[in-house]
C-alpha cells in the first residue's frame, strides 16, 4: 500500500518495539478504579457490590500506558483489541424443545404463510422476523443523536455501524468510508497518517489501515464515549470525546439529531507538532437508497453571535424521507478547516489520502458537487488543523448533524414533523444551524450531563458496574427507533373533547413520543413492556411519559372491527376493541396511531396485564369479567394471555393476580383522593375478597405459586411473582395501611427466589431464571420459562432493595450486566433475554430500561434514611421502609 510516509514511520500491529507496534508482552492492563469505599458501606466482598477493576477483562490486551484526557473512572471500557470468546445465535426453531415444538406446531405453520404473504407478496418487512433474526455483531457502542431525531451508532471500534434515520427503520451496515484520519507533521513533513481504525477493507486501499488495536481503548458512559490513542512511537495521545444532547427534564435540546466530537491531543514530545485530523462520511449507506444516484455535497460556513463553522452538506433527496447530512468543524484562530467536497468511497482513495499527506490539508474547492450517477457512491471530508508545542495539548471539534424535518412511515399516508423542527424550522435547509449550535453549546450540555451523573458516580456505596448499566442502559431511549413529533392543531384526535379535553394542551406542548419494543420487535410503546421500561422517562422526561400515557388513554375509546387471523391460535377476532388498552400503538412500517395492534400472535384483547398496568375505571370495568367466580380476583384463560406470550398461564396466578390486586388497591387510593365514596367503598371489598383468594390459592409458605392449574409447572418458582408490589412500593404503596401483599411473605418469596432462581441457576453468575422448579431445575415446559429477561431481573432487582434486601438485589442483577456487556459483547443492544447456554433473543429490547425501577428504589431508601435511619437488618441487606412516591424520590438526582 503507497502511504507516501517513510517507512521508518509506517507502524503496524506486530511484535517489536513496544513503543512502534504491539508487543506479544505488554505492561500491565489499565484498569477502571472505583473510589475507596467509606467505613460506613458493605465491604466490596459482600454480595451485590464488585471490584473497582470492572474492566479488567475487557481490557486484558491493552498495552498502552496512555489513559486519555479527562476520561472518567466509572463506565464501559475496552481496549479495541479485544474479542469476545463466547459467540451465540439468534434463538430459532432449533433451539425449541421436542415438546414445545408440538405445542407451537399450529402457530409455526400459520406464521410461515403469513410471512410468506408479508415479504413475498405485500414487499413489507415482518413486525417479527423469526427466520431472518439480526445476526450476532459484538461491535456496538454510543448512538449519536437525541430523542427523536434519529440514530447513528458509532461502533466501540470507531465504526459507523447501525442507523435509524427512516423512524424505526434500522439498517445494520459498517460504512467504510466514514472514518477518522489523524495526519502528524513535524519540520514541515508528514511523519505519519494513520486511518483510525483497525479495519482493513476492500476498497480506499489507498488509505492506511489496520491501527494497532492494543495501543487503544474506548470508554463509554451514555450519553458521552471516549475513544484514546497511543500512537505508537510518536509520543502522541489522542482522546476523542462523543457527545451527545440527553440531557433530563430538557424538552429542546434532547430532541437534536447531533453528536459532536471532540478531540484532545497531548504532545509528550521535546518537539513541536503540527496535527490534523480529518473526518470522511459517505452520503447514504451505499445501498438501495443510494443507487438511483442524483446525491450532492456541497461547502457550508455560518458565523453567528461571533462563532464561525464550517464544512460539507451531504445532500440525500431520495424520497420519501429526504435529508441533509452536515459534517462540520469549529474555526478559531488557531485551527485551520479545510474540505474536500467530492471522492469516489468505492475507490483506492488516492486523490484524498494524497491530498491530506502533502500538507496536512484539503483542497478545499468552492462549489457544489456534480449530481452522482446511478450506481456511483459520493463521500466528503472535512480536515481541522492545529498546531502544538513540545509537550502542549491542542483541541480540535467536530459536529455530525442530519436534517430529516418531514417524515412519513411506512404507509406513506401521513406526514409528521419531527420535535426539534419547533427550535430549527420545517423546511430541510437547518443542518448547518444544528451544526453551529451543536458546537457553540456542547459545553452547556457536558455541564448538564456531569451535574445529573455525579450524583450516582460519586456515590461509594454504589457499585461500579451499577453506575455503568444504570447510564449506558439508557441508549435505547434513543436508539429504540425512537419518534418524538409535533402534533399540530389539525391534526389532533377528535377524541380530544369532552371529559378528554384536557390532554390536548399537553400533547400540543409536548408532542407524540413512540419508541420501539426492540430493534426486533418493531411495535410502537408495546404497553405490557413498557410497564418495566417507564421508570426511566418518569424519572428523567415525565412530560414524554405523560404523552405516552395520554396516547394510550385516546387509543382505548378507539376500536378496529378489521377481523384478523391470529397466528398462536388460529382464531379470527377484531383487531382493537373498545375500552381495552392496545397492546402497541403500531408498526413503523405501516402507520402508527392510526392502525393500533401491530402484534398478531395473540388476540391481547383478553390478556390479563394490559388494562392492569394502565389503572383506568373505564378498563378496570373490563378487566372484571376475567373474574368469573366473584372471589375478587382475577383468572388467567389457559393461554400465554400477558407479557409472557410464550407461557401458558391458567386460572388464579401470582404474576396477573398480583397486578391485579395492585391495580384494585390504586383504584381505592384514587377513589378516596376524588372522593368517590361509592367507587372507594366497591373496590376496597373487591380488594379484600381478592386479597383472602390470593393467599389461599397461590401462597404455599415459601412463594407464590405460578399458577392455580392441574400441571406440574403450576408450583415453579416464577422471578416476576412480586410485580405488584414492585409497583405498589414505587408508587409510595404497599405497606402499612395501603399493604396489600404481607410484607413477611413478600420477603419470603424474595429470598426464595434469590435462593432457586438466581443462586441456583448458572453459578448465581447469569442474573434470574424466569422460572426455576422446587426441586432446584429450570422450568422447561415453555419457550419462555427457561429465559433470563434482562428487564425483569432488573425490577426484580429494584423489588429486592424496596424490601431490605439490597445486597441480593445487586448480585441478581450484576449477574445480567456481566452476562450481556462483559461476557457475550452485547454493548448497546441488550437483548430480551437469553437462557444459560447458546442463545439470546431480540437484540436492543426496551424492557431493560427497568434498571431506572433500582435507582428510584436507592432513592426512596436514601430519603428513608435521612428521615428514620435504618431500621433493622433482613438478609445479606440493609432493610430500610422508604415511604416515598417517585415523586419525592425524582427530587434527586435531576430536579424538573
Same mark, same amino acid.
Given at each position: ?196 481504525? !483497525?479495519?482493513?477493507?476492500? !476498497? ?51 430532541? $437534536? ?124 471530508? !472535512? ?78 456505596? $454504589? ?197 391485579? $390486586?395492585?391495580?384494585?388497591? !390504586? ?230
Amino acid at each position: 500500500m503507497g502511504t507516501g510516509v517513510p517507512a521508518s514511520e509506517q507502524t503496524s500491529c506486530a511484535k517489536g518495539d513496544p513503543q512502534a507496534s504491539c508487543p506479544e508482552n505488554g505492561t500491565e492492563a489499565v484498569q477502571v478504579t472505583d473510589c475507596p469505599i467509606p467505613e460506613d458501606s458493605p465491604p466490596q466482598h459482600e454480595q451485590g457490590y464488585s471490584s473497582a477493576e470492572d474492566s479488567g477483562q475487557l481490557m486484558a490486551s491493552y498495552e498502552g500506558k496512555a489513559k486519555g484526557y479527562q476520561v472518567p473512572p466509572f463506565g464501559w471500557r475496552i481496549c479495541l483489541a479485544h474479542e469476545f470468546a463466547e459467540k451465540r445465535k439468534p434463538f430459532n426453531a432449533n433451539d425449541i424443545s421436542l415438546s414445545n415444538l408440538i405445542k407451537h406446531l399450529g402457530m409455526g405453520l400459520r406464521y410461515l404463510q403469513w410471512w410468506y404473504r408479508k415479504t413475498q407478496v405485500e414487499k413489507k418487512k415482518p413486525f417479527i422476523d423469526l427466520i431472518n433474526s439480526v445476526p450476532l455483531r459484538q461491535i456496538y457502542g454510543c448512538p449519536l443523536g437525541g430523542i427523536g431525531g434519529g440514530t447513528i451508532t458509532r461502533g466501540w471500534r470507531g465504526q459507523f455501524c447501525r442507523w435509524q434515520l427512516n423512524p424505526g427503520m434500522y439498517q445494520h451496515q459498517t460504512v467504510i468510508a466514514n472514518q477518522f484520519t489523524v495526519c502528524l507533521r513535524r519540520r514541515g513533513q508528514t511523519v505519519y497518517q494513520q486511518v483510525l481504525s !483497525v479495519e482493513r477493507p476492500s !476498497v480506499l486501499r489507498s488509505w492506511n489501515w489496520g491501527l494497532c488495536g492494543y495501543f487503544a481503548f474506548y470508554h463509554a458512559l451514555y450519553p458521552r464515549a471516549w475513544t484514546v490513542y497511543q500512537l505508537p512511537g510518536q509520543n502522541v495521545t489522542l482522546t476523542c470525546r462523543q457527545i451527545t444532547p440527553i440531557l433530563p427534564h430538557d424538552y429542546q435540546d434532547s430532541s $437534536l439529531p447531533v453528536g459532536v466530537f471532540v478531540w484532545d491531543v497531548e504532545n509528550e514530545g521535546d518537539e513541536a507538532l503540527e496535527v490534523s485530523i480529518m473526518f470522511s462520511m459517505r452520503n447514504g449507506l451505499g445501498g438501495e437508497d443510494d443507487a438511483p444516484g442524483g446525491l450532492w455535497n456541497e461547502p457550508f460556513c455560518l458565523e453567528h453571535d461571533g462563532e464561525t463553522v464550517q464544512g460539507l452538506l451531504l445532500h440525500h433527496p431520495t424520497p420519501p424521507n429526504p435529508y441533509t447530512m452536515a459534517v462540520a468543524a469549529r474555526l478559531s484562530a488557531d485551527r485551520t478547516v479545510t474540505h474536500l467536497t467530492a471522492f469516489d468511497p468505492d475507490s483506492a482513495g488516492q486523490q484524498v489520502w494524497q491530498d491530506l499527506l502533502l500538507d496536512g490539508q484539503l483542497d478545499s474547492l468552492a462549489g457544489k458537487s456534480l449530481p452522482s450517477q446511478k450506481g456511483v457512491g459520493i463521500a466528503g471530508a !472535512v480536515c481541522v488543523s492545529g498546531k502544538l508545542p513540545p509537550r502542549g495539548r491542542h483541541r480540535l471539534e467536530f459536529s455530525l448533524a442530519w436534517d430529516m424535518p418531514r417524515i412519513m412511515f411506512g404507509a406513506k399516508g401521513q406526514v409528521y414533523y419531527r420535535r426539534y423542527t419547533r427550535f430549527f424550522g420545517p423546511d430541510g435547509d437547518a443542518a448547518p444551524a444544528l451544526s453551529h449550535y451543536a458546537l457553540r453549546h456542547y459545553a452547556d450540555w457536558e455541564e448538564k450531563i456531569s451535574a445529573w451523573q455525579s450524583p450516582v458516580l460519586e456515590d461509594r456505596s $454504589l457499585p461500579a458496574w451499577y453506575k455503568s448499566a444504570l447510564f449506558n442502559e439508557l441508549y435505547f431511549l434513543a436508539d429504540g427507533g425512537t419518534v418524538w413529533l409535533e402534533v399540530p392543531e389539525d391534526s389532533l384526535p377528535e377524541e380530544l373533547v369532552g371529559s378528554m379535553g384536557q390532554l390536548r394542551p399537553l400533547l400540543q406542548e409536548y408532542g407524540r413520543f413512540a419508541y420501539l419494543e426492540g430493534q426486533e420487535y418493531r411495535m410502537y410503546n408495546t404497553y405490557d413492556v413498557h410497564f418495566y421500561a417507564s421508570f426511566a422517562l418518569i424519572m428523567l422526561w415525565p412530560k414524554l411519559e405523560l404523552s405516552l400515557q395520554y396516547d394510550m388513554a385516546l387509543a382505548t375509546l378507539r376500536e378496529d372491527l378489521t377481523q384478523r387471523r391470529f397466528l398462536m391460535s388460529g382464531v379470527t377476532a377484531p383487531v382493537k376493541r373498545r375500552n381495552v388498552i392496545p397492546h402497541d400503538v403500531g408498526d413503523p412500517d405501516d402507520e402508527p396511531w392510526l392502525r393500533v395492534n401491530a402484534y398478531e400472535i395473540h388476540d391481547t384483547g383478553d390478556w390479563k396485564d394490559l388494562n392492569l398496568k394502565f389503572v383506568l375505571q373505564a378498563v378496570m370495568e373490563s378487566e372484571m369479567k376475567f373474574d368469573k367466580d366473584h372471589d375478587g380476583l382475577i383468572e388467567n384463560g389457559g393461554y400465554a394471555d400477558q407479557t409472557y406470550d410464550g407461557w401458558v398461564t391458567t386460572g388464579p396466578s401470582a404474576y396477573c393476580g398480583g397486578l391485579w $390486586l395492585a391495580a384494585v388497591a !390504586v383504584m381505592v387510593q384514587m377513589a378516596a383522593l376524588c372522593g368517590a365514596q361509592e367507587a372507594q367503598n366497591k373496590f376496597s371489598s373487591i380488594l379484600s375478597r381478592g386479597q383472602e383468594a390470593y393467599d389461599r390459592l397461590l401462597w404455599n409458605g415459601r412463594y407464590y405459586n405460578y399458577d392455580c392449574s392441574s400441571q406440574p409447572q403450576s408450583c415453579s418458582i416464577m422471578s416476576d411473582q412480586c410485580a405488584g408490589q414492585w409497583f405498589l412500593r414505587a408508587s409510595g404503596l404497599g405497606e402499612g395501611d395501603s399493604e396489600v401483599f404481607p410484607t413477611q411473605q413478600v420477603v419470603r418469596a424474595l429470598q426464595t427466589i434469590f435462593e432457586f432462581n438466581v443462586q441456583a441457576f448458572a453459578g448465581g453468575a447469569m442474573g434470574a431464571v424466569n422460572g426455576m422448579q422446587p426441586c432446584g431445575v429450570p422450568d422447561t415446559s415453555s419457550v419462555q420459562s427457561d429465559e433470563v429477561w434482562v428487564g425483569v431481573v432488573y425490577g426484580l432487582a429494584a423489588t429486592m432493595i424496596q424490601e431490605g434486601l439490597t445486597c441480593e438485589g445487586f448480585r441478581t442483577a450484576e449477574g445480567c450486566y456481566r452476562t450481556v456487556w462483559e461476557r457475550l459483547g452485547l454493548a448497546f443492544q441488550t437483548p430480551e433475554a437469553y437462557c444459560q447456554r447458546r442463545v439470546f433473543r431480540s437484540l436492543a429490547y426496551m424492557r431493560p430500561l427497568s434498571i431506572w425501577a433500582m435507582q428510584l428504589a436507592l432513592q426512596q431508601q436514601q430519603q428513608h434514611k435521612k428521615a428514620s435511619g435504618p431500621i433493622s437488618k433482613r438478609g445479606t441487606g440493609l432493610c430500610t421502609r422508604p415511604k416515598h412516591g417517585p415523586k419525592e424520590a425524582m427530587a434527586n438526582p435531576s430536579p424538573e
